[in-house]
């Protein structure tokens, strides 16, 4: 009980800083960046941080913990798939939105594309996630994958999925530096310097705040073994005949650990269940 | 076996990427910024990179895998507490050094401080890795520390743990962005503004990268269960008498799971070995 208050309450805080983000982003472009059209202009690249941090940041975020929420415990192993895959979908779909907007209002004003270490990270992690997301949809959706290579890869999966996320992370902090610098300046039309701090560098900087405790509580729930979906749970079993060392005392035990790449022990569990775990 | 050289592939790849980043951030200062000096100057700033580098990133990660390397398997319980206790304490000797660097140098040139989000994020993580260590010292050196606190601290202690390690890795990339753009801009004294790519924004985005790849290889290691430290060959016994509810069949499964704050399985473990656990 004392662990499900804990669980609730990280998940609220975690909502709670995803919506603050959102908030504080579209208030930065909204309020202080005249805000947004499709003009290869500034104002169409306000779109980056604006997709970068709903889709990069709160969609993926959220999608990392999904077969963690307790509610949905209930509901088919196939659909939380579907759901899981479909979050990282959308937000593949918003940074290439994000990605062409910048890479529009670059050439638009001629400013270099890739020159940054910003560049560097974010397109690097947007490569990786388009990796990420076509290879879990072929390994663990298509039906006739080998439970094997299910088994080896959701180790790598789970891994370069947190990592992804937090180079998503990293890179929008950067970002938020390079913006602000950039935007903010002596000599720019702005009455305060981004070291005098004014009330747009507060809310730009507190956004940044927001972006790294919401990822904390992402990493904290993606990281609890004892929040993991229980497998005795599942209720879809398509699947079944692809079990062949189904071990039911390891697998009521909960004795798996959340190690990412333990392939030996692995198989000493309900393989069945491969697929589900794919985000712990 | 396999998985033995995966673990010596992946520690030689941890110590050349720290050696890497260590190497590109004294050329930089050295090469291109001027060189070190302690004269509230810009050479005086250029130890708060060098420093941060090789004490929140370097050394503070090595310590984070110290107790995974199996040739210190055979050394006493207390020795191995006492060197990750060390190295933590040299990287906040480090970082206190790089901070009064810093402030220095912003006082002499009436720069203010505490403005930008990199600084905000970094000074936080630096604050947090004093308490860490202060906790950590109270907690799993001081002998009479009841077990069951331990138990209950030593799992908020390896998240904390890995997430100030994160906080360091992205106030790194936003000081290096910072750094970058202040220093490489158009009117100031060079050839060419960080936009145009010049060798010096290659080799410190390098150093971006390089401490990124660093830190997947740091997290990777602490994350795999498989290379925890055996319990069974604790050699030190000094405390056996803490450990009331020693399970040696638990013990001997491996059956500990890398949750990083259950309670209530921690306490099935040999409760002896906690502080042991203390990175993992």
New interface residues.
């Given amino acids: 009980m004392e662990?499900s208050r804990?669980f609730v309450a990280l998940l609220l805080a975690a909502l709670w800083l995803g919506t603050l983000s959102t908030a504080a982003v579209l208030i930065w472009v909204l309020h202080w960046r005249g805000g947004l059209a499709w003009d290869s202009g500034l104002l169409e690249f306000n779109w980056h941080p604006v997709l970068g941090t709903i889709g990069f940041i709160v969609i993926s975020g959220f999608a990392l913990i999904v077969y963690r929420l307790p509610w949905t415990w209930n509901f088919s192993k196939s659909l939380m798939k579907n759901i899981h895959a479909g979050l990282n979908t959308v937000t593949f779909i918003l940074m290439v939105i994000s990605l062409v907007a910048v890479f529009d209002f670059h050439n638009s004003k001629k400013?270099?594309n890739m020159?940054?270490?910003?560049s560097?990270?974010g397109l690097a992690a947007v490569i990786m996630h388009a990796l990420q997301v076509a290879l879990g949809l072929c390994i663990f959706l298509l039906p006739f994958t080998p439970v094997y290579i299910k088994a080896f890869y959701m180790s790598i999966h789970v891994?370069t999925g947190l990592?992804i996320f937090?180079?998503a992370?990293?890179a929008a902090?950067?970002g938020?530096?390079?913006k602000?610098?950039?935007t903010l300046r002596s000599g720019s039309n702005v009455t305060l310097s981004?070291?005098?701090?004014p009330p747009e560098?507060m809310l730009?900087?507190a956004l940044?705040?927001f972006i790294?405790v919401y990822?904390?509580c992402i990493?904290?729930i993606a990281?609890?073994?004892?929040w993991k979906r229980p497998p005795e749970q599942v209720k879809d079993n398509t699947s079944t005949e692809e079990a062949p060392t189904l071990n039911k005392t390891n697998v009521l035990e909960g004795?798996?650990?959340?190690?990412?790449?333990?392939t030996p022990?692995l198989r000493q569990i309900n393989l069945e269940d491969v697929g589900q775990r794919a985000t712990f």
């Fill in positions: 662990k804990q400013i270099p020159y940054s270490l910003h560097w990270i891994f990592f937090g180079m992370i990293i902090e950067m938020i530096t390079e602000l610098i950039f981004y070291s005098q701090s560098a730009v900087n940044g705040i790294l990822g904390g990493f904290w990281t609890q073994s004892e004795s798996m650990d959340c190690d990412l790449e333990s022990r």
